[in-house]
């Protein structure tokens, strides 16, 4: 008589397969939205920066950066 051999299925494995597969998914959607957070927070600290520089240069120059007032000046040399 024949004995059975213990072990696993090949639907048992393509089961375990299917939800490492769906994990791996999770996690890939997860770290794609969390660089784009990541991302979006730079920006904000850069576009602060910029703001932060132009303050600046009005404040020592009396006129904005890239003013119509700064562009006549160097226009009419």
Known sequence: MRTRQRGTTLIELSVVIAVIL????????GITAWKNGANQAACIVNLASIQKAARGYQNMN????????????????
Do not use: K, N, Q, R
Not at 22 to 29: C, D, P, Q, S, Y
Not at 63 to 68: F, I, M, P, T, W
């Open 62 to 77: 009396g006129l904005l950066v890239g003013s119509a007032e700064t562009l006549a000046s160097l226009t009419s040399a």
């Open 22 to 29: 769906l994990l791996v998914g999770v996690l890939f959607i």
